[in-house]
C-alpha cells in the first residue's frame, strides 16, 4: 500500500517560498500506473482546496485560482514530490496534505476521495 508523508517548515514569513516535500513509500511515483500525486490545503474553519497534481509521466495541473504562485516538481530518485507556493500571505495559513489518486480530482470534499493522503502538515504565515 503506497504511503505519503508530508514534510517542510511550519512557519513561513509572508512574501517568502513555501517548499514542501511528500514523500512516497510502497509504489513508484514515475513508474505507478497513471496516478495523480497531488497537492491539498486546508485552511482554518474552510474545507479542502485541491491545489495542483504531478501525473506519473510528469504532466502537471494546476488549480487556476493558485497557478501564477505554484510550482510542482518531482525527484525520482528519492520518490518524492514537491510544492512550491510563492508570495505567501496570512491567507495561505493551512494544513497541507498531500495524496495520490488513479484520477484527477480538481474538486475534493474528503480526503477519503483519494486513494491514499498524508497526515498532513500544518504551515502558519506570519511575521
Known amino acids: 500500500q503506497v504511503q505519503l508523508q508530508e514534510s517542510g517548515p511550519g512557519l513561513v514569513k509572508p512574501s517568502q517560498t513555501l517548499s514542501l516535500t511528500c514523500t512516497v513509500s510502497?509504489?513508484?511515483?514515475?513508474?505507478?500506473?497513471?496516478?495523480?500525486w497531488t497537492w491539498v490545503r486546508q485552511p482554518p474553519g474552510k474545507g479542502l482546496e485541491w491545489m495542483g497534481a504531478?501525473?506519473?509521466?510528469?504532466?502537471?495541473y494546476y488549480s487556476p485560482s493558485l497557478k501564477s504562485r505554484t510550482a510542482l516538481s518531482r525527484d525520482p530518485s528519492k520518490n518524492q514530490f514537491t510544492l512550491q507556493l510563492s508570495s505567501v500571505t496570512p491567507e495561505d495559513t493551512a494544513v497541507y496534505y498531500c495524496?495520490?489518486?488513479?484520477?484527477?480530482?480538481?474538486?475534493?470534499?474528503?480526503?477519503?476521495?483519494?486513494?491514499?493522503w498524508g497526515q498532513g502538515t500544518q504551515v502558519t504565515v506570519s511575521s
Open positions: 504531478i501525473h506519473t509521466t510528469g504532466a502537471t
Open positions: 510502497g509504489g513508484s511515483i514515475t513508474t505507478l500506473t497513471s496516478y495523480y
Open positions: 495524496a495520490s489518486s488513479p484520477r484527477l480530482l480538481r474538486s475534493v470534499r474528503s480526503l477519503t476521495d483519494f486513494t491514499s
